[in-house]
């Protein structure tokens, strides 16, 4: 009787013995390697004042952030996940980690002691119960469209936009918003630069760029006007140039392209870079960039309440031509005893008269190293985290407790 195997070589199942087995070994490999990568879950609880009211299952190896995003609770991050911007601050009663050094330098003593966090520099690895601030509770989601969107120096534009009479929306000085930006697909040569900008829009090549937004995502700008403005908001928006091989950043690419009569979506108010309105603290405000905006906010507001309040502005930049809401401040410093306001240049040209170097040189060269009572100020710091680090360590020499200051850390 013959079989399948007659007539084949000799050696031929051998190699049919060796095929299964290699086979075999095959299949369980591939099935232990399905187990170990299966991602774990983990429990998240949010916990308000009267106990838990939702809980959240999460895949782990993610961040804290990350996993309440996409969950549905909208925490803001102006940094990216970084860790410097300080908007994704969460409480967190019990946890197996110890802040980062990351979170140690962006949070102050007294809030690591009170349990504060940073959900974008926790990584869900176990089950954690959270608060989240009591203010996301007062989010609103608001259409809008914009009134006008001006250059008011060479990279930053003012937006100004109108609110829907009934939008009652409200918020506090120093105060931010999350402005939606869709999926978008333009060149940055479109915009119309005004000609006395656009020997730096050259120098950058702006205008050589296509920017290409996919999804729909949200960046988050500060109001820079007072709470008091009726029924408009003004925001000042720099453009994120291109660096490490990318071209300019999508949210603010998509804003500067707006014109009078596009709709705008956005979420807010958020944020605790607000101040004590019952204090009479002097009130001291140093910013770069379009740090300046929320300082701005706070100034403005304070003005318009007729506060006796002794306030001061200290600003830096780059260039004369950086400097934006000049004839604002001078007015107002002509109007209000109360206030002054000050310049520094990091690169200034054979004509400026005013303080050059790092806005912080000249704060504490001209000002706070002569100051009697530096116990009775509050500071409101705005601009780069290494501004802000440098600052703080400077007056934390000084004797400046962490409660009196407050930070924003802003990336242009």
């Given amino acids: 009787m013959m079989t399948m195997l007659d007539g084949l070589p000799f050696y031929m199942p051998y190699l049919l013995l060796a095929a299964v087995s290699f086979g075999g070994m095959l299949l369980i490999f591939l099935w232990r390697t399905s ?11 949010i916990l308000n004042t009267q106990g838990f009211y939702e ?29 410097t911007c300080c908007q994704c601050i969460i409480k967190v009663p019990y946890h197996d980690t110890s802040p980062n050094q990351q979170e140690r330098t962006t949070l102050t003593t007294s809030e690591i002691n009170q349990g504060h966090r940073l959900a974008c520099q926790i990584e869900v690895a176990s089950d954690v119960n959270i608060e989240i601030q009591s203010q996301n509770a007062s989010i609103q989601l608001v259409q809008a469209r914009v009134l006008s969107n001006e250059f008011i120096s060479p990279l930053i534009k003012e937006l100004v936009i109108s609110l829907p009479v009934d939008a009652n929306f409200s918020f506090a000085a120093g105060q931010f918003v999350n402005i939606k930006i869709p999926p978008f697909n333009q060149a940055m040569n479109r915009l119309i630069i005004p000609e006395k900008f656009s020997t730096q829009w050259q120098s950058y090549r702006l205008d050589h760029y296509r920017v290409a937004n996919i999804e729909e995502i949200e960046r988050s700008f500060s109001m820079a006007c007072s709470p008091k403005t009726d ?3 003004m925001f000042n928006i720099g453009l994120a140039l291109p660096k490490n ?6 949210g603010s690419s998509y804003l500067f392209s707006l014109k009078a009569g596009d709709a705008l979506e956005f979420s807010g108010p958020l944020g605790e870079f607000v101040s004590d309105e019952n204090s009479q603290r002097e009130m001291i405000f140093v910013g770069a960039g379009t740090g300046l905006a929320p300082l701005k906010s706070h100034i403005d507001h304070i003005n318009s309440s007729q506060s006796q309040r002794k306030m001061s502005l200290w600003f830096g930049t780059r260039s004369q031509e950086d400097i934006f809401h000049r004839a604002h401040f001078d007015s107002l410093m002509r109007r209000n005893r109360h206030f002054r306001w000050t310049v520094a240049l990091s690169k200034p040209d054979t004509q400026w008269q005013g ?5 912080q040189r000249t704060l504490f060269d001209s000002y706070l190293n002569q100051h009697p009572r530096l116990k009775d100020c509050e500071f409101f710091l705005c601009g780069p985290s290494a501004m802000i680090n440098d600052i703080k360590r400077r007056l934390q020499r000084q004797g400046v407790a962490d409660e009196q200051i407050k930070c924003d850390d802003f990336l242009l």
Avoid: E, M
């Fill in 55 to 83: 809980t959240l299952f999460v895949d782990g190896g993610q961040s804290l952030l990350s996993a309440l995003v996409f969950k549905g609770f909208a925490l803001p991050s102006g940094c990216g996940g970084g860790g």
């Fill in 231 to 233: 029924n408009k908001l």
């Fill in 245 to 250: 091989g990318f071209g300019p950043g999508h």
């Fill in 35 to 45: 187990r170990v990568a299966i991602v774990k879950k983990f429990q998240i609880k």
């Fill in 355 to 359: 303080a050059s170097g790092y806005i």
